[in-house]
C-alpha cells in the first residue's frame, strides 16, 4: 500500500488506513535512528526542502534530521533569511523554488491554509509542518504513534486535552486522529479558550482539569499560544496556573498507567508542574523521538515509497 495522495496537508483528510499505514512505516524508521550510523540511501537524490516561515525548534530540527537520516538533499529556509523580508510573496517564493525542480517542500507558516493554497500551484509534494491556528498533521501523527507504542492501541482510550484548544493546531489534528482512530477525547480549559460549537468534532467539553482528566489513559498539555492572541482571555500566568497547570494533586485523578504528553515548548510551572513533566508518566521525550521516524516515514511515502 502506498499514499495515494501528492500533499499531506491535514489529520481531517486522511482515512484509517492511511494514518495505520502512516504510523506502521514510521515505526519500521525507528531503528535506523539507534544505529551507529544513522543513514539509510532510501531517498538518496530526491531533495527537500524545510521552508519555515514561523519559529520552530522541534518540527524543524526533525524534519531536517529525517531528509537526511534518509540520504535526502535538505535545505532550510527561515523568513529571516528568505526574499520574503524583501517583500516577496510565499507564492512567488513558491513558485521560485518550484523552478529549481524539488521533490518535497515542507512548509510552515502563519497563515492557516498556506499550505492548501501551495498545494494547488506546484507540482511538488507538500507537507503542512502547522499552519496558523489551523493544522499540525505530523505533531498529530506522532502523538498517535506514541501513544499505541506504549498502550498498544488507540481504540477505546480515554484522552484529556487541556489547554489553549481555540489557538491549537495540535488539538485539532489531535482531535481529528484521535478520535477517526476510536479514542474518547476529552477537552478542557477557560471558557475563552474553547472554541465554539467544539462538541461537533465528537469532544466532550469540561470547563475544570479535575474533570478531564478523571479516568483517563492520556493526559495531552498545551502550551498558551501568547503569540496568536489578540485579546487578554485570563487575568493572569499565575490565575491560569493555578486551575489548569497539571500537578501532583490532580494527576491522582487519572488512571494510574496514565501518560503524560506536551506537544513543546513546555512552560513549566504553567500549564505543567516540572515534577510531572519529568516524571515517570511522562512520555513528552519519547514523543521527540518519534517526531523524526513520522516525519522520516511522510518523506518516504510521498516520494513514491510503498509500506
Known sequence: MRLTKKDLLGIKDLSVDEINLILETAESFIEVSTREIKKVPTLRGKTVINLFMEP?????????????????????????????VKGETLIDTARNLEAMNPDVIVL??????????????VKQSIINAGDGAHEHPTQALLD????????????????????????????????YGLTRMGA???????????????????????????????GADIIMMLRIQMERENQNVFP?????????????KNIRLAKDDVLVMHPGPINRGVEIAPDI?????????????????????LLYLLSGGRS
Not at 57 to 79: M, P, Q
Not at 144 to 169: E, F, N, P, Q, Y
Not at 289 to 296: D, E, F
Open 184 to 214: 474518547q477525547v476529552a477537552v478542557a480549559g477557560p471558557a475563552t479558550m474553547l472554541p465554539r460549537a467544539i462538541e461537533q468534532m465528537g469532544v466532550t467539553v469540561h470547563y475544570r482539569i479535575e474533570d478531564a482528566v478523571r
Open 108 to 121: 510552515r507558516h502563519s497563515a492557516s491554509g498556506a499550505p492548501h493554497l501551495l498545494a494547488r500551484l
Open 56 to 84: 520552530s525548534t522541534r518540527t524543524r530540527t526533525s524534519f531536517e534530521i529525517a531528509g537526511k537520516r534518509l540520504s535526502a538533499d535538505t535545505i532550510n529556509i527561515s523568513a529571516s533569511t528568505s526574499s520574503v
Open 236 to 248: 493572569s500566568l499565575r490565575e491560569y496556573a493555578k486551575y489548569f497547570c497539571l500537578n501532583r
Open 144 to 175: 498517535m504513534m506514541t501513544i499505541k507504542a506504549r498502550k498498544g492501541r488507540i481504540a477505546g482510550l480515554k484522552v484529556a486535552i487541556v489547554g489553549d484548544i481555540a489557538h491549537s493546531r495540535v488539538a485539532r489534528s489531535n482531535i
Open 277 to 297: 513533566a519529568d516524571g515517570p508518566a511522562s512520555v513528552i521525550l519519547e514523543q521527540v523521538t518519534n517526531g523524526v521516524a513520522v516525519r522520516m516515514a
